[in-house]
């Protein structure tokens, strides 16, 4: 199979339209050709750090609330039977990697302590009702993770933050190979990850509309997962 693609995963049009806040509609519509996780997506994708530096708090804060997203997304898919249904060797990719997020949950917020905030509410639609669907966005979503991660990582201040932080890179783009395996992608498209910057990688979750203030309630509806 081909590199994944941004075309491929994109949720009806919202990352498109991201790339074109940013980089101007021409751009982006290049861009649905190339690969995720390339030096041409992730260089477009990223934009100027804001002219504040972000403290230590802001940034964890912010990876508490990436994870609970990403622990929610897989905890729900397994409470609606998806990852049950899937061939045996994707169960097990789903149910390690939804472990790991909820363990990252939970490391997160033992470091942050009273700074944490409640998690918000997350409504992933019909991205989580289907194992093709699921599929697609997992691998977005690890994709996103490595970007973010290698963003923000050398902005903290805290030396012994850095290196845990560096610790759950190294895991988060093992998650990513591995999500490109199970679906035939390239693990590997590029011989060097351009970082992605935070406030790129927020505009680009509001605009999947998974984070919301109150759930859509309805017979599909499962728990969110807070750690």
């Known amino acids: 199979m081909s590199d994944l693609t941004l075309g491929a995963v994109d949720r009806d049009g919202a990352l498109t339209e991201v790339v074109g806040e940013l980089c101007g509609s021409t751009r982006a519509d290049f861009l649905r050709g190339a ?13 100027p750090a804001a002219a504040a530096e972000l403290t230590d708090v802001q940034i964890l804060r912010f990876g508490l609330r990436f994870e609970q997203l990403q622990a929610t997304f897989y905890t729900q898919t397994e409470e609606l039977g998806v990852i049950g249904r899937m061939r045996p060797d994707k169960q097990t990719w ?3 990697l939804g472990a790991h997020e909820r363990a990252h949950v939970k490391i997160i917020k033992q470091v942050l302590g009273p700074k944490a905030e409640p998690a918000p509410a997350f409504d992933f639609g019909d991205a989580n009702e289907t194992d093709a669907n699921f ?5 977005a979503m690890e994709d996103l993770t490595v970007a973010l991660l290698g963003g923000v990582t050398p902005k903290i201040q805290n ?7 560096f610790g759950l890179l190294t895991v988060e783009a093992r998650h990513a190979a591995w999500a490109r395996s199970i679906i035939g992608a390239n693990p590997a498209p590029d011989s060097f990850d351009e970082a992605k910057q935070l406030p790129a990688v927020e505009v680009a979750l509001k ?3 998974f984070i919301v203030s109150k759930p859509r309630m309805s017979a599909n509806t499962a728990p969110q997962y807070t750690g």
């Open 135 to 139: 599929t697609k966005t997992a691998v």
């Open 207 to 209: 605009r999947t509309r």
């Open 159 to 165: 030396r012994a933050l850095t290196a845990a932080l």
């Open 94 to 96: 789903a149910k390690t």
């Open 35 to 47: 690969a995720l996780g390339g030096a041409a997506m992730l260089g477009a994708l990223a934009v």
